[in-house]
């Protein structure tokens, strides 16, 4: 790539997305990552606490955990309905573009408030089972867990589409009429054919989702009300709410290794399996 | 090793894909343990005709027999039949032994069975030593060899090949075709084979369908049909042929005439032409002498151009009225006629030769 002639213009087109970068990014988040070893005082203070105060090192334990299962999740119904917009009908794949790409066009807000009004004790849900006699007094829908988790999964689910579709349309037809012609199940044809095909896809897609789940910061703030805390969030009241700059800025600073690992480490294992034969 | 071969009765199948006809009435007799080649240009219909025998596709009308039982509705997971495959549609991510053990699992075949055909198989169609390889490792005749072996480790009572060779180059072709034919020996399975290769049809086949426009237009053995072809895109198909337009048809005893040129042509006998026809010669049955022949066609016609092709050399004349004809001498035997001078007479035996309808 440096050697070829197609770098120096390569260059001038990207620049101003680098520059951008550069100034609204990274030269901001090195501001933050100088906050954390200076604040209160200068020194390594912050990461010590990082790593020994049991309220920071629940909070990532529980962020973890929480992205974890709204990954495995995103990723296992994203498989389902990008199966259903590659190889579906006309009217299906309609379908799936209307209920995966509309919400898109919503904000992360509207779409918390959304499941706000569906989920509290006063939602659709809960006056509906009343109305019906299955429930004397309002569940606890909300503020807890399961709302954080369900409100992720719904947001994160297009963004495991986009590769996972990538991975299925690569699929050669014929691979599958093999299988079918030597006998093999629709149940066998998709475990042992079309899911290792699909494998690269699905590598992504965890990655991507994982990555992007780390960050939450919106939905579960107003879905777990308070309750279930995750990293962001903790930074946000770390920074905002006391006076403890220092903290929030080695949380920030511990998050962005966290996500930059994950990534090399993924992308690493994603080339292998890419490009075939490597055992 | 197969434990028996299949034939299959195909009656009046039809396909059609929306207004679009793929297949119209084909009927045929496919006999157990034949090689059968389906032959025709591409868009003839001949792959849709053997992703119907596979059951990847349902027959729009007509039914298709399996040893006199209808098979025309079930699927092709219980069809059980081999397939190659155009580009062999290895399973990449599975080793060579895998991908040949994978019909065997899918039945339910014992681990130690499995290994041990598997092995028996990868000895027979020459691949030891690559077993642990992914496919895309392989060269183009031992994925095709991979293929095989997928296709035949399961003992199926026919094998469908589609188009299998397209993707070599000429010389594997060659080897790969010996391979095949030595396969369907020793397998004893009914081979139903695709291709567009006239000369890989000849060679390969027990018996050709030849396909064009959705039709059957006729079934036989290479030899037959190459001799004696029914209609003229048949006879075009399978080589370079000299058609001679003739009027005038008559029957006599040797068999029927017509004039060309005013030269009366014989052939052997065709009962159903009146008036006009075509008459048929291959270049290699046809010859050049300085004299009219005292026995057999000859017509009168000039040298125009020779193309040396090692063995043999082709030569190009033109009769009075422009005709062309084309003749394959060998080499030497062409040597020693060429110079004496541009006015030849082209000759043929009467059984050479073949009328056909002049619109087929």
Redesign the interface.
Known sequence: MRSSSAFWPALALTAPLVLFLAFAYALPFLGVALWSVTLPEPGLGQYERLVGDPLVQSVFLRTFRICLIVTVIAVACAYAVTYVWVRGSRLQRRLIEICIFVPFWISLLTRAFGWLALLSTRGIVNASLQALGLTDGPLALVRNEPSVIAGMVHVLIPFAVLPLASAMRTV?E??L?????????RL?IFW??FL??T?PGVIGATLIVFVFSLGFFVTPAILGGGRSIMVAELVYLRMFQSPDWGLGAAISVALVVIVAALMGLLARFARLGLT??GR | MSKRAVGLQVIGIGKSFGHFTALKDITLDIAPGEFLTLLGPSGSGKTTFLMVLAGFQAASEGRLLSDGVDITRSRAEDRSFGMVFQGYALFPHKSVAQNIAFPLQVRGVAREDIARRVDAIIARVGLVGHENKRPAQLSGGQQQRVALARALVFEPPVLLLDEPFSALDKHLRGRMQEEVARLHGEFGTTFVFVTHDQSEALSLSSRIAIFNHGRLLQVGAPRDIYERPSSRFVAEFLGEINLLPVEAIGHCARGTSGLFEEVRLTAPRHENLNGSAVLAVRPEHMSVSAEPPAEGNGVPARLAGTTYLGSAMRLAFATSSGTPLTVTLPSEAAGRILDRGPDFWVTWSFDNGFLLPEQS
Do not use: E, K
């Not at chain 1, 009429?177 to 199940?185: E, F």
């Open positions: 050669d014929r691979m009429l093999a299988a079918r012609g030597m006998g093999a199940s066998r042992s054919v290792p095909l494998l075939g034969g």
